[in-house]
Nanobody, 121 residues
Framework: QVQLVESGGGLVQPGGSLRLSCAAS????????MGWYRQAPGKQRELVAV???????SYADSVKGRFAISRDNAKNTVLLKLNSLKPEDTAVYYC???????????????WGQGTQVTVSS
């Protein structure tokens, strides 16, 4: 069984910062990509940022220059630093692990339970 556990959401004022972390646990051999998605009320879930095991990163245009993603392959963790937050960043943020090779199977995808980020004065 592979599980993703997120932490770090909360309420922050516009212009503030937050850090989201996610840890994957289970009998994991490798994870191709780890990333963050978000879903605001009434909207579809969208990609925020992703990082591959080789260190390649990709960001949504709306967060480029403000958010930074990093991962520790040995610990199967991913960190998202959110800076210069705006009210439109308010959403539930979900951690994703894609292409997971574990005792459960190969190239499976997993999701965390989600953590709320609210940007408001």
């Amino acid at each position: 069984q592979v599980q993703l556990v997120e932490s770090g959401g909360g309420l922050v004022q516009p212009g503030g910062s937050l850090r989201l972390s996610c840890a994957a646990s289970g009998s994991i051999f490798s994870i191709y990509a780890m990333g963050w998605y978000r879903q605001a009320p009434g909207k579809q879930r969208e990609l925020v940022a992703v990082v591959t095991s080789g260190g390649s990163t990709s960001y949504a245009d709306s967060v480029k220059g403000r958010f930074a993603i990093s991962r520790d392959n040995a610990k199967n963790t991913v960190l998202l630093k959110l800076n210069s937050l705006k009210p439109e960043d308010t959403a539930v943020y979900y951690c994703n692990a894609a292409g997971v090779y574990s005792k459960v199977g190969a190239y499976l995808d997993y999701w965390g339970q989600g953590t709320q980020v609210t940007v408001s004065s």
